[in-house]
């Protein structure tokens, strides 16, 4: 009897344990079963290369290019912010912090990290985009630029925490090998730890890089909206997720249009799926290689 | 003074200025908003709803639909979350179905969060017809909230020395008394932690209600979980969108974002505390 109960407890809990499973392929076959009737209208390739996106126009235009390259360029504008300040960060945690220093600090990062997104971005529209615009004379504020900035301090957090995981896997025997041959600290943080932890540190930037490409709310509000291809960091710019969340209010459900934005959902939710599984396999490598098995 | 000494010294202050940087960031985001967010608040803010097209009057509609969606949030995911985290620490059988959901919980906590809103609008509010309302931006929400909550749990779990569990399991009590009595009363300080940072992220989530739950404007308080509803993330990117009142509207959304994030980080604070004492104990 009590044999049976406890059989039963642990079918329910295997049962719930595979939601977010679920939910993940849930997610994956809305995407698709909704985006594909678009590739009946427009091939794959005139819609990931078409360079003219006017979806209201008749007749209208689904070429995703300016969207696309928009998001390249805030996600690599983020890098040269998120890169510095993330690994940079957490080598100060883990090299030069004392424990009382690091009880402060760490919260900090934290706390940047629990910002929610849209007051990144109100942030970035009522004062970072006039501060850049009157600093660096610019023709308009919400453009690359200011984009990348906000983007580049939202990725941070998520860079410096993994990549201060990656340091503390570094076993303490490196660095006393490096200081017994006659090291300073710089030299053992540069030449022995920094390349020990570099595969979990690249995994930190490849989480940052798809935590910036898929940030919403900001890009909306920042980016300045224009779906044309950008020339320069200071050209407003229409990113994908800016896309999807701005016009798929208007567009009619079954309409062209419609399948086109979860098209662009698709390609955005393959390119972060991309960037997770190559972090996991990384990160798996990195682990296996400094001897630790989880 | 060596060569190396000064390159040391350059190094490590380079090192002082990125870690400087993140508190000028934070710092200079929390003064903004509060300088310019006090003047807003008051009580009639707090408990007034909007009035005069969105111009004056309060954002207490939008309060309480952010409190709904996200208590809904945290039901849905709660039960769900804890289960994977029970299910992953202590029964969990063989290897590949562990790594199966631990590769699925960290792409799940990748998926940009409009793609949760395209979600939530397909399966929620069209194909089970729930519309736009609270419960299909509840049940988006809380998925999104899931991979918060597992983890924590399952850190919390894990953090339970297995000394605790074999002497219920001497004692002869079955692996689910075990659970049940020892384990989870044990871990339940890190669980909380969970819930609580995943009420923070939830609470300022935006985009995965916008097609789900959100509306700008309505009379009154929301009366079932299927009527639309305000929610103060939302309040915000609406103030600065829409309406034809920009200079009065960027102040109440001064007033909104001030108030969202002292909700936000205040929360985010707690679970930190809690969190730091749990370490604590355990590690002494």
Redesign the interface.
């Known amino acids: 009897m009590?044999k049976r109960?406890?059989r039963a407890?642990?079918y329910?809990?295997?049962a719930?344990?595979?939601?977010?499973?679920v939910?993940?392929v849930?997610?994956v076959f809305?995407?698709f079963k909704?985006a594909l009737p678009i590739f009946t209208k427009i091939s794959p390739k005139a819609f990931l290369l078409g360079k003219s996106w006017y979806p209201t126009s008749s007749p209208p235009e689904f070429g995703i290019l300016p969207l696309i390259l928009a998001s390249l360029w805030v996600t690599l504008g983020a890098l040269f912010i998120c890169v510095?300040?993330g690994?940079?960060?957490a080598?100060?945690?883990h090299?030069?912090?004392g424990p009382r220093q690091r009880?402060l600090?760490k919260?900090?990062?934290?706390?940047?990290a629990?910002?929610?997104?849209?007051?990144?971005?109100?942030?970035g529209?009522?004062?970072l985009a006039p501060f850049l615009q009157n600093t660096f004379n610019l023709p308009i504020g919400l453009c690359v630029l200011t984009t990348s900035v906000i983007l580049g301090?939202m990725a941070?957090?998520t860079v410096?925490s993994i990549a201060e995981d990656a340091l503390s896997y570094v076993p303490r025997s490196f660095r006393e090998a490096s200081f017994a041959v006659g090291a300073?600290?710089?030299?053992t943080?540069?030449k022995v730890i920094i390349p020990a932890a570099g595969s979990g540190i690249s995994t930190a930037i490849i989480?940052g890089m798809?935590?910036a490409?898929?940030?919403?709310?900001t890009v909306?509000?920042v980016a300045g909206g224009s779906a044309v291809i950008p020339h320069s960091l200071f050209d407003p710019v229409r990113p994908m997720?800016a896309a999807?969340?701005a016009e798929?209010?208007e567009a009619p459900?079954g309409s062209d249009h419609y399948h086109a934005?979860?098209a662009i959902?698709l390609i955005?939710?393959l390119i972060?799926?991309a960037?997770?599984?190559a972090a996991?396999l990384i990160s798996r490598r990195f682990r296996l290689k400094l001897g630790h098995s989880r | 003074m060596k060569r190396s000494d000064i390159v040391q010294k350059l190094g490590f202050s380079a090192l002082f200025a990125c870690m400087a940087a993140n508190i000028v960031f934070l710092g200079s985001i929390i003064f903004f908003i509060a300088a310019r967010g006090l003047s807003s608040i008051s009580w009639a803010f707090l408990t007034e709803a909007p009035r005069d097209a969105m111009t004056a009057g309060g954002v207490a509609p939008a309060i309480v639909g952010t409190f709904y969606l996200t208590l809904g949030a945290v039901i849905f995911a709660l039960p769900l979350g804890l289960a994977c985290a029970v299910y992953l620490t202590e029964y969990s059988p063989k290897g590949w179905i562990v790594n199966l959901l631990r590769i699925s919980i960290n792409n799940l906590a990748g998926v940009p969060s409009v793609v949760f809103g395209l979600f939530g609008l397909t399966v929620f509010v069209k194909y089970f017809g729930f519309g736009v309302s609270i419960l299909s931006g509840s049940l988006t929400l809380g998925i999104l909230a899931l991979p918060v909550i597992i983890s924590a749990s399952q850190e919390a779990l894990t953090a339970v020395p297995q000394s605790i569990r074999e002497a219920s399991l001497a004692l002869g009590a079955t692996q689910w008394e075990t659970i049940r009595r020892v384990v989870l009363p044990a871990a339940l300080p890190g669980i909380l932690t969970g819930v609580i940072l995943s009420v923070g992220r939830v609470a300022g989530e935006t985009a995965p209600i916008l097609f789900t739950a959100a509306t700008f404007y309505m009379k009154g308080y929301p009366r079932s979980v299927f009527s639309e509803v305000m929610a103060l993330p939302y309040h915000i990117y609406a103030l600065m969108t829409e309406g034809s009142h920009p200079e009065q509207q960027t102040r109440i959304a001064y007033g909104s974002s001030l108030l969202l994030l002292a909700l936000v980080l205040s929360v985010s604070l707690v679970a930190i505390l809690i969190r730091a004492r749990q370490r604590k104990t355990y590690n002494a």
Not at chain 1, 16 to 21: D, G, I, K, N, T
Not at chain 1, 114 to 123: D, N, Q
Not at chain 1, 184 to 187: M, V, Y
Request: proline share 4%; charged share 10%; net charge negative.
């Open positions: 009590n109960k406890e407890i642990k329910i809990f295997t719930l344990a595979f939601s977010s499973l939910f993940l849930g997610i809305v995407l909704e510095p300040l690994v940079g960060s080598l100060y945690l090299e030069l912090a009880t600090l919260p900090v990062i934290e706390i940047l629990s910002v929610p997104s849209i007051v990144y971005g109100f942030f529209m009522v004062i301090v941070t957090p410096a300073d600290r710089w030299q943080l540069t989480l798809s935590r490409i898929g940030e919403t709310m909306l509000m997720t999807i969340a798929m209010g459900v934005l979860f959902a955005l939710f972060t799926f960037f997770n599984i996991e």
